[in-house]
């Protein structure tokens, strides 16, 4: 059920997704995509203000809708479309590449 990962194409005006964030790092990797996108939460503040991940731990859902979110626990996720944050992918780099960045 919530093994679906995140894609961003989740997001828009008629958005109704539940994101979990099972680790704290992923939850402000996940808070900086949700700014991105213009998602706030109903007081207008953004989700990178405070990190609420402590009180749900593992269990930590965003829950948006349209441009606007909230956080809670998974459990109560059950109109949602359920999915889960795993982070955004990163760009392999040649050998090379990584040579030349560290400077060898």
Not at 45 to 54: A, D, H, Q, T
């Amino acid at each position: 059920m919530w093994d679906r990962p995140f894609d961003t194409s989740m997001l828009g005006e008629n958005s109704y997704v539940a994101v979990n964030c099972p680790e704290a790092d992923l939850e402000r990797e996940f808070a900086a995509i949700l700014v991105a996108f213009g998602i706030k939460y109903p007081t207008g503040e953004s989700p990178l203000k405070k990190n609420y991940w402590e009180k749900h731990r593992g269990n930590f859902c965003y829950y948006i809708r349209g441009d606007t979110v909230r956080y809670g626990s998974k459990n109560d996720a059950d109109d949602y479309m359920k999915c889960t944050f795993y982070g955004e992918e990163q760009e392999d780099i040649s050998d090379e590449s990584f040579a030349a960045i560290i400077g060898r």
